[in-house]
């Protein structure tokens, strides 16, 4: 599985051979001793360490659910009328599909992938970069991409990448594709990261957002075994970036206090929350002050973990 489509999750896995996931991981244990794959957090992928690049055909198999469930959480701090980037991935792709819906709303991107699912919205208006066109993940990168960027001020920009530490941020395999995403940061406001939880303690070879930029994380929830992953997301949160849990139990959102020295960041909102709620903007901080609450329980529990 892992040769056919560059990587796979230990869920599928385990839910293909009808075991545990437990079972599944010992086995890609002994297959990585082999040399045959690269273990990552959540599943394996081909060996190649920090240099390696999966195509978008590899992408796509990868944690599927948990994409969708992160797509559906961060469409909802979009709002009627913005102007935001979307970056290249997976990820953002399913993102762009549910923000079809937004009335008045421009998008600026550099992926195909993502002026694909927008193409029939008659509301949005989509604005592409230049730049030559990496076929591996239908991206335009280069020189005219960066370049069109200039000048260019936006809300949010929403991202995606192959690794995320606290350590260094967000990162990616590719030089071309970490320079484009560093002229969609210097554009935006606010930097809001997607990243599924394989990608949390992995890091790759080109940084394209340190942590202290990153204002917001959306993600899924970890296995309750990954303790790395865990851990990284209590690192992230420490160090200031508001961390939104898809899926999670309860109110499914997390965020911690805000550190000293740092400027306080406004709170994701809870999943389905969308503009127009009774009471106005004051009911919209209250209720993410009540999530805040159920999101250090959550960091807490994860913690535990």
Same mark, same amino acid.
């Given at each position: 599985?892992?040769?056919?489509?560059?990587?796979?999750?230990?869920?599928?896995?385990? $839910?293909?051979?009808?075991?545990?996931?437990?079972?599944?991981?010992?086995?890609?244990?002994?297959? +990585?001793?082999?040399?045959?794959?690269? /273990? /990552?957090?959540?599943?394996?992928?081909?060996?190649?360490?920090?240099?390696?690049?999966?195509?978008?055909?590899?992408?796509?198999?990868?944690?599927?659910?948990?994409?969708?469930?992160?797509?559906?959480?961060?469409?909802?701090?979009?709002? +009627?009328?913005?102007?935001?980037?979307?970056?290249?991935?997976?990820?953002?792709? +399913?993102?762009?599909?549910?923000?079809? $819906?937004?009335?008045?709303?421009?998008?600026?991107?550099?992926?195909?992938?993502?002026?694909?699912?927008?193409?029939?919205?008659?509301?949005?208006?989509?604005?592409?970069?230049?730049?030559?066109?990496?076929?591996?993940?239908?991206?335009?990168?280069?020189?005219?991409?960066?370049?069109?960027?200039?000048?260019?001020?936006?809300?949010?920009?929403? =991202?995606?990448?192959?690794?995320?530490?606290?350590?260094?941020?967000?990162?990616?395999?590719?030089?071309?594709?970490?320079?484009?995403?560093?002229?969609?940061?210097?554009?935006?406001?606010?930097?809001?990261?997607?990243?599924?939880?394989?990608?949390?303690?992995?890091?790759?070879?080109?940084?394209?957002?340190?942590?202290?930029?990153?204002?917001?994380?959306?993600?899924?929830?970890?296995?309750?075994?990954? +303790?790395?992953?865990?851990?990284?997301?209590?690192? =992230?949160?420490?160090?200031?970036?508001?961390?939104?849990?898809?899926?999670?139990?309860?109110?499914?959102?997390?965020?911690?206090?805000?550190?000293?020295?740092?400027?306080?960041? /406004?709170?994701?909102?809870?999943?389905?929350? $969308?503009?127009?709620?009774?009471?106005?903007?004051?009911?919209?901080?209250?209720?993410?002050?009540?999530?805040?609450?159920?999101?250090?329980?959550?960091?807490?529990?994860?913690?535990?973990?």
């Amino acid at each position: 599985m892992v040769r056919a489509n560059g990587a796979v999750s230990l869920r599928e896995l385990a $839910r293909v051979v009808q075991t545990s996931e437990v079972t599944v991981r010992r086995d890609v244990r002994a297959l +990585e001793a082999e040399g045959l794959l690269d /273990r /990552r957090h959540g599943g394996a992928v081909l060996p190649g360490g920090f240099t390696r690049e999966s195509g978008f055909p590899q992408k796509s198999h990868l944690a599927t659910a948990e994409k969708t469930a992160i797509a559906d959480l961060a469409a909802g701090l979009v709002e +009627e009328g913005e102007a935001i980037v979307v970056g290249a991935g997976t990820t953002t792709q +399913e993102l762009a599909r549910r923000l079809a $819906r937004v009335p008045g709303l421009t998008v600026v991107t550099n992926s195909l992938l993502v002026a694909q699912a927008l193409a029939h919205a008659n509301r949005v208006e989509v604005v592409m970069t230049g730049g030559t066109l990496r076929g591996s993940n239908y991206a335009l990168v280069g020189s005219g991409a960066e370049q069109s960027l200039q000048g260019l001020r936006v809300s949010r920009a929403f =991202l995606s990448g192959s690794g995320l530490t606290a350590e260094r941020g967000l990162s990616t395999s590719n030089m071309l594709s970490a320079s484009v995403d560093r002229a969609l940061v210097q554009a935006a406001a606010e930097v809001v990261v997607l990243a599924d939880h394989t990608k949390l303690g992995t890091d790759t070879m080109f940084q394209t957002v340190p942590t202290d930029v990153i204002t917001r994380l959306v993600t899924d929830e970890p296995p309750a075994h990954d +303790e790395r992953a865990a851990t990284e997301l209590q690192a =992230l949160a420490d160090q200031g970036v508001q961390v939104a849990v898809a899926g999670a139990s309860g109110p499914s959102q997390g965020a911690d206090p805000v550190p000293a020295g740092r400027q306080p960041r /406004r709170d994701v909102p809870l999943p389905g929350q $969308r503009r127009g709620v009774p009471g106005g903007p004051s009911a919209l901080r209250s209720t993410a002050a009540l999530a805040g609450a159920a999101g250090e329980a959550r960091v807490a529990d994860l913690r535990r973990r």
